[in-house]
């Protein structure tokens, strides 16, 4: 019983995410499922992405937390859209829900929806939100053996940011021991090594970016 | 239905968590919960806190992880006793899994039983598994708003460990932010600040451990 019911709810979240890619598509938005540890980066990432990208395509955000606008008030000063999602204890956003924060934005004024999901390297990793793209953020202060450790999540991304590279000198990080777990278990994802801080990298995920807008979305339109 | 289910499932990990303590009551054994985010810190702490312990209690772990036997490898070349257990993809520790590990441990001879969590700073605060203490775990580099963000797992914590304390110089963590947060959610709960790298902390966390293993089990034998 149990079984089925679970398998009920991912069916429907199926169709949800679905609909919502078939949206995206209409509107020509890349969407992006960012995921990752609490404390990671993401919403730092973000605040260095958007500045890196100076306009060369239109950003909007939707933020999903437990509780607090903490990280969407961040995202509102840089003047990009945004929609805080409070989840109230679930671990994890689901299609549904996106579709609901959707209907608060002009999708069809937006070339890239990031979708910052709940910090959770595990519940995330089971729900499709309607995305084109999944990106997966590992700071280098949590450990190399994070890849073996939670394998679903990375193995259903199609990029690794590793963050926090600043911090390499004062930790015991191998760079090459998490890109080796990562060939094994999703061969073609792109892997990029960055700093909010120092700037490193940032450039490079941006024209990523850039280049995934122009591939999926504006050849599907 | 879907919530009548879950009530359910968690009626029944109430019973086996009561079922659970009521074991480590008879034997004597001090049980910690040990909570946090992936990388925080929970294994590395758990060396430097077994070295520190010095024998003064006879320790033992229950590791819970998705995958791999990374962290159980770890614990048993300090020759503490170990019990790995692999949840093949489910976000927390339940009170039957832990009742499945304790048949392999000889409680008699154990003193204060850690019970490491999946690394999920969400999931693993609705599952009691039949604890004395629960300690939750947040390294600076994961940023000082975390507990506002995620308030439901330091809520029912009855100790803070602030983690990595030797990155404090690289990053702009702010304890007082934590600590105010702490004391609107959990005023009772205890606060540490240590470090592994630099053995900051580590000897007052053990202490109190030690502590806590008079006052919790002695008392109730």
Not at 197 to 202: A, D, H, P, S, W
Request: proline share 3%.
């Amino acid at each position: 019983m149990k079984i089925i019911a679970a398998k009920k709810i991912l069916r429907a979240n199926e169709q949800h995410a679905e609909r919502n890619r078939a949206n995206f598509n209409k509107a020509g938005v890349l969407t992006v499922n960012m995921v990752g540890s609490p404390g990671c980066g993401k919403t730092t990432f973000l605040e260095a992405l958007f500045t890196e990208l100076d306009g060369r395509v239109a950003p909007a955000v939707i933020e999903g937390d437990l509780a607090s606008t903490i990280d969407a008030e961040r995202i509102e000063k840089l003047g990009v859209p945004v929609v805080q999602i409070n989840t109230e204890g679930a671990c994890h956003l689901d299609a549904t829900m996106v579709a609901a924060a959707c209907d608060t934005l002009e999708l069809d004024r937006i070339g890239l929806l990031v979708i910052e999901n709940v910090g959770n390297l595990v519940c995330t990793a089971g729900f499709d939100l309607g995305e084109h793209v999944r990106i997966v953020l590992l700071s280098t202060s949590e450990g190399d053996d994070k890849v073996a450790k939670y394998p679903t999540i990375f193995q259903k991304s199609d990029a690794l940011l590793v963050t926090k590279s600043d911090l390499l000198p004062y930790g015991n990080f191998r760079l090459p021991r998490v890109a080796d777990d990562m060939k094994r278990l999703a061969p073609k994802a792109v892997i990029f090594q960055l700093s909010a801080v120092t700037g490193e990298g940032v450039q490079q995920v941006a024209d990523w970016l850039v280049e995934q807008c122009r591939r999926d979305v504006k050849v599907s339109r």
